[in-house]
């Protein structure tokens, strides 16, 4: 049977400004297996450790989030923007990575998010783009600070 999960295959923030909290995370369409999310990436760490979102028998591939609050753990949490990883997988339909940010203060908005990822591990990953077909889906993902420091880039490396 084919393999129609999605992989994250690191969360780097050796470049970020601020510790990563976990705010969530969610399966559309299949299940988080072995490693999940980690709870918390300090600056400067690069969790390596796959995590899984296997898809379950059938036809429907796999689908889900993850979200991270961006730092500021010394503040009021609604005052910290937060960032979602979409990815997908689907038996049917066109393979997907997206980040968005929600967050009122900073501004934040998907211009300063690139990615990059490859449909099978021993191919090349590519910037600013995932094969719409082909399974199963391989992303990394890199935190990495703007220039002015309010504002924040998620790009996948």
Partial sequence: MADFSCYIKCIDNTEGLYPLELTGKSAAHGD??????????????????????????????????????LGCFDKDANECPNVTFTFTCPFNGNNAFGISYDHRKYNLSNEYATYEGAISEDKHYHDNFIDPDGNPVYIKIKIKPVANGKQFLARMT
Wanted: hydrophobic share 30%; with cysteine.
């Fill in 32 to 69: 988080f297996v072995g490693t999940c999310p980690p709870d918390r990436i300090e600056v400067g760490a690069i969790w390596t450790t796959d995590i899984r979102l296997k898809d379950r028998y059938g036809a429907s591939g796999s689908s889900g989030t993850i979200g991270y609050r």
